[in-house]
């Protein structure tokens, strides 16, 4: 059973950093890519960055220059580091994986962690 488990979101002030994580953990035999959605209430889910294995990223033009996506491949961990925080970054973030385990290309989501900006 694969599962993706998320951390690191919270409450923060306007101009703040957050640091958001998620380990994939099961039947695991590649990854491929990893990313970060989010969702605010009553707006569409749109994603945020994602990570290719070799690193190549993307990211959303509202985030360039203040969000930075990163992979551990040995811990099969992504990375979102959140500077610069906007009230409009408030949204649960949600990690999603394409992950080969070893029966099937699948689609993976976390659970989602709340990130709230406000002073």
């Known amino acids: 059973q694969v599962q993706l488990v998320e951390s690191g979101g919270g409450l923060v002030q306007p101009g703040g950093s957050l640091r958001l994580s998620c380990a994939a953990s099961?039947?695991?035999?590649?990854?491929?890519?990893m990313g970060w959605y989010r969702q605010a209430p009553g707006k569409e889910r749109e994603l945020v960055a994602s990570?290719?294995?070799?690193?190549?990223?993307y990211y959303v033009d509202s985030v360039k220059g203040r969000f930075t996506i990163s992979r551990d491949n040995a811990k099969n961990t992504v990375y979102l580091q959140m500077n610069s925080l906007k009230p409009e970054d408030t949204a649960v973030y949600l990690c999603n994986a394409h992950i080969n385990n070893y029966y099937s290309l699948k689609t993976y989501w976390g659970q989602g962690t709340q990130v709230t900006v406000s002073s």
């Open positions: 990570i290719n294995s070799d690193s190549s990223t």
């Open positions: 099961g039947r695991i035999l590649s990854i491929n890519p």
